[in-house]
């Protein structure tokens, strides 16, 4: 590359294309040419045809590292004032800058780079390297007297060190053990440098560094901060803001100091020899670090900003109760929220750049219709979608929203865990439906009652006139004389007496019928008072060992019952007659299930409390109900025996949800057996 203007001309040495582009980009507002070479050997050979003003030189290179070419530039009269910045891409390290400040260094600046921080070495080093050649040129170099340079710190054995290292430099060291000392000196010394340490009592380095700012005499004196506190971009930032041009951290290292001092001492020497020049570019300079402190306070705070903006706008992405997962146009997981990263059961970091369908299984299904709608930009929703997550049935309703970006094509994808919001609906449903078929059961009931009861109470009229003029037997009625067609008479009469007789045992049944649409239909006037379930349950448990259907069929006392119940529970207000009504009910039903099956028979009843309400499970190993018939359970009228009204669940249903404010579900598996689960709200707990 020919170079035909007269710009200063840096050199850029990096071994990765990529990293060489990037510091082009970096270093394209400096008004300069940009040189590159991919390895140390490229690097040397062009030093032969260019004269470069500085060299950008990465560490860590094959064959030559960064080190080995310093090394050769240094031993070369022609390169060896050449100003080389090491840059590296490797962990901050003592041991790598002590090295590289040894091999000649002027900087050393660990990857990642920042913009500001690399702009502002290089306008300083080439304004240096720029006078320094002026000078060299157009001037022979005067005689001066020797430069003086102002060590301040309140420790004399730190002074001490500073003058052991200072004294391998071509230059006088005055010391000062304090900030009003050190403002003394300045009075009576032109000095080509201070040192000046940070933390002192009484009057601290920024404070000093803020006077000698304000004075027009030794407003120009460079000042090096040494300090012993950690490094700390705040306190870097505040020195520069004093007017500082370095800082050095404490233990001091030799090769560094001394590298840093002499570049100030080169141009104090460069300012006595062309003290016109010096002071235009030191106005320059002064311009420069202006711009320099301005812009680092903007980047600072606008760094400052954007980071509070993004932790803002984290902690509300975070905060959302649904889970936002990014996907980038083949599916695969950019980003995701906290609530994300709990039903995905993996982090955020761990997840990244794996397919989405991988932490969700169940949705590998709806990959495609995914990547379908990132292509097409068009946003995809499908709600209560059933799905598998560990191991359990859930309900989600979900989203896929194209990204607009231009930059980023992917979407991001919503889901909604609404399994318990679909249990409430469903439950809601049911009560809508219950409510309104028990106020058409308790309509009905009415009506058909009061025909009904003319019909009983004739027959019972019948019934009773007609036993009144049967004799008890027929024996009885030959004894008295009864002729053949008197016996024929009561004969027809008593095979009429029966028919009356079935006649009001249909009618009894059918106003059971119409006592149980009417308990179906109406809320119970009785008191609630506090009741102990574990009790209560052992007192069903006996009522259904001595109930007359159940004897007839099924032997209850054969049963294996399992009690599981929760120690200290606290008293449930209920109406016991009510509850037990219905806990009689499931146990009768579950008894026929387990006579139906054949085999042992077993119930667990468990008694816990569960989220500020008591629960009670009912569960039998009987032959279990599909799907379908679980729908169906509660509905008035609706049974699975070929005898029996259908009402007894349903009055269940009733009594739980209306009387109690309480909740019944069923799970039943085929083959298996059911599971009744009644939920009844405590006394204190919240609704």
Not at 518 to 528: D, H, Q
């Amino acid at each position: 590359m020919e170079i035909s203007d007269n710009r200063p001309t840096i050199l850029m040495v990096d071994d990765i294309r990529e990293n060489l582009i990037a510091l082009e980009q970096l270093t394209k507002k400096l008004d300069v040419n940009i040189v590159t070479a991919t390895s140390g050997s490229e690097a040397l050979n062009l030093t032969l045809h260019h004269d470069f003003s500085l060299i950008l030189l990465d560490v860590m290179m094959p064959e030559m590292n960064g080190y080995e070419v310093a090394e050769l530039l240094q031993k070369n009269e022609r390169t060896a004032a050449i100003p080389i910045i090491f840059i590296s891409a490797m962990d901050k390290s003592d041991i790598m800058e002590i090295k590289g400040y040894s091999m000649g260094a002027v900087d050393f600046i660990f990857k990642p780079i920042n913009e500001t921080v690399l702009t502002s070495k290089i306008k300083v080093h080439l304004e240096l390297y720029q006078m320094r050649c002026y000078v060299e040129t157009v001037m022979l170099k005067q005689k001066t007297e020797k430069p003086k340079i102002l060590t301040v710190d309140d420790h004399p054995e730190n002074l001490f060190v500073l003058d052991k290292l200072l004294k391998k430099l071509d230059a006088e060291i005055i010391q000062a053990n304090s900030g009003n000392e050190a403002l003394t000196k300045v009075l009576d010394h032109d000095f080509a440098l201070i040192i000046l340490d940070v933390q002192m009592p009484e009057m601290d380095g920024y404070e000093v560094a803020e006077i000698l700012k304000y004075d027009e005499r030794t407003e120009k004196i460079p000042i090096i901060f040494v300090t012993a506190i950690d490094r700390d971009d705040a306190k870097e930032i505040k020195g520069y803001d004093k007017g500082a041009v370095d800082f050095i951290f404490k233990p001091l290292n030799e090769f560094i100091l001394l590298s840093k001092v002499k570049v100030f001492l080169e141009l104090y020497k460069i300012k006595h020899g062309l003290e016109r020049l010096v002071a235009e570019r030191t106005r320059e300079l002064k311009k420069n670090n202006e711009q320099l402190k301005t812009e680092m306070i903007k980047n600072v705070r606008a760094t400052e900003e954007l980071a509070e903006s993004r932790a803002y706008l984290l902690d509300v992405i975070n905060a959302i109760s649904s889970s936002l997962i990014s996907v980038d146009a083949r599916g695969n997981v950019l980003d995701m929220n906290r609530a994300a990263e709990t039903l995905a059961r993996r982090l955020r970091d761990d997840a990244s750049g794996k397919p989405i369908g991988e932490l969700l299984p169940w949705f590998t299904g709806l990959t495609r219709e995914a990547i379908q709608a990132i292509e097409t930009g068009t946003p995809l929703e499908k709600n209560r979608v059933a799905v598998t997550m560990n191991g359990k049935q859930h309900v989600n309703d979900l989203g896929i929203y194209p990204l607009s970006s231009t930059r980023n094509q992917g979407a991001v994808v919503r889901i909604d865990d609404v399994t318990d919001r679909a249990r409430m609906d469903e439950i809601m449903i049911q009560s809508e439906k219950m409510l309104s078929l028990g106020g058409l059961a308790g309509g009905m009931a009415h009506e058909i009652n009061n025909p009904l009861a003319g019909i009983i109470q004739n027959i019972q009229v019948m019934s009773n006139r007609m036993k009144g003029d049967l004799p008890k037997n027929l024996a009885v009625a030959e004894e008295c004389g009864t002729t053949l067609e008197t016996l024929r008479s009561y004969m027809e009469k008593r095979e009429i007496f029966q028919m009356v007789d079935t006649i009001m045992e249909a009618g009894r049944r059918a106003a059971q019928i119409v006592e149980n649409m009417l308990s179906f239909s109406r809320k119970s006037e009785g008191r609630p008072k506090p009741e102990n379930l574990e009790k209560l349950m052992d007192r069903t448990i006996k009522l259904a060992e001595n109930d007359y259907d159940l004897k007839k069929n099924f032997d209850f006392r054969q049963v294996e019952i399992i009690r599981d119940y929760q120690p200290d529970m606290p008293p449930v207000v209920c109406q016991a007659s009510k509850i037990q009504q219905v806990m009689l009910n499931l146990l009768k039903n579950g008894a026929h299930a387990m006579a139906d099956k054949g085999g042992a028979s077993q119930f667990n009843l468990g008694i816990v409390l569960e989220d500020n309400m008591a629960c009670l499970r009912v569960t039998d190993n009987g032959t279990g109900m599909d799907k379908a018939v679980c729908k169906r359970i509660f509905e008035p009228f609706f049974s699975t025996k070929k005898s029996g009204t259908g009402l007894g669940l349903s009055i269940a249903y009733f009594i739980i949800s209306e009387d109690h404010g309480g909740t019944i579900e069923v799970e039943s598996v085929p083959g298996k057996g059911t599971t009744f689960i009644i939920r009844l709200p405590m006394v204190d707990a919240p609704d």
